[in-house]
């Protein structure tokens, strides 16, 4: 079975511009979460999507940031615009069952400049 | 919601010897324990998971241990390797309101040679 994707591995963008990251669940998952990691710190959870519908974004940092989940397939986050303090490691993981049998995607490294 | 908190921060040893991991969470509710594994620059992946119907789980050098009276839980890795090195995470769900996992915040072993 395929994993989760995430696309791009890597980015680097300047401060003020905006950037969209995109995730390919795993086929059949209809859980989608968003997460990041800061400077080696904890996997900090952002938003939760069922299918295509959000089920939590109490972790959403603030109004720069939007995620969706097109049809209730492939997820974007896009960050606009980009401060510093956004920088990290955003991964996508995807289950079956909410909370528990999690696949994480390879990671986006985000770094603002 | 729930709040998981990790201990130690960082962890070394000589190979060979044991680790032990711990975790405390706050949600009495929680019913599903993960622990995953992150080595550097690569995805976090489960390595074992253990669920509050049991004490205890054992997958070869790998051993997750339960309580659920105190809320707290531990990974026990013997035997260890070099390939053990990495940023061991655990994490819970809640039972109520958000249902994605939560996050200790790492602890980077490193199995001295």
């Known amino acids: 079975e395929a994993g989760v994707t995430q696309f791009p591995s890597h980015s680097v963008i300047e401060k003020g511009q905006t950037v969209t990251l995109r995730c390919d669940p795993i086929s059949g998952h209809d859980n989608l979460y968003w997460y990041r990691r800061v400077m080696g710190k904890e996997i900090k959870f952002l938003l939760h999507f069922v299918k295509e519908s959000k089920q939590d974004e109490s972790g959403m940092p603030n109004n720069r940031f939007l995620a969706e989940r097109t049809g209730g397939t492939y997820s974007t986050l896009k960050v606009q615009p980009a401060e510093l303090e956004d920088s990290g490691v955003y991964f996508c993981?995807?289950?079956?069952?909410?909370?528990?049998?999690?696949?994480f995607g390879s990671g986006t490294r985000l770094t603002v400049v | 919601g729930e709040n998981v908190e990790q201990h130690p921060s960082t962890l070394s040893v000589q190979e060979g010897d044991s680790a032990v991991i711990k975790c405390t969470y706050s949600d009495s509710a929680s019913n599903y324990f993960p622990w995953y594994k992150q080595e550097l620059g690569k995805r976090p992946q489960l390595i074992i998971d253990?669920?509050?119907?049991?004490g205890e789980k054992k997958d070869q050098r790998i051993a997750v241990t339960l309580n659920k009276t105190a809320k707290h839980f531990s990974l026990h890795i013997t035997e260890t390797q070099p390939e053990d090195s990495a940023v061991y995470f655990c994490?819970?769900?809640?039972?109520?309101?958000?249902?994605?996992?939560?996050f200790g915040s790492g602890t980077r072993l490193q199995v001295q040679p």
């Open positions: 994490a819970a769900p809640s039972r109520t309101g958000r249902r994605a996992l939560t």
């Open positions: 993981a995807s289950s079956q069952v909410a909370g528990s049998g999690y696949t």
């Open positions: 253990i669920r509050s119907n049991v």
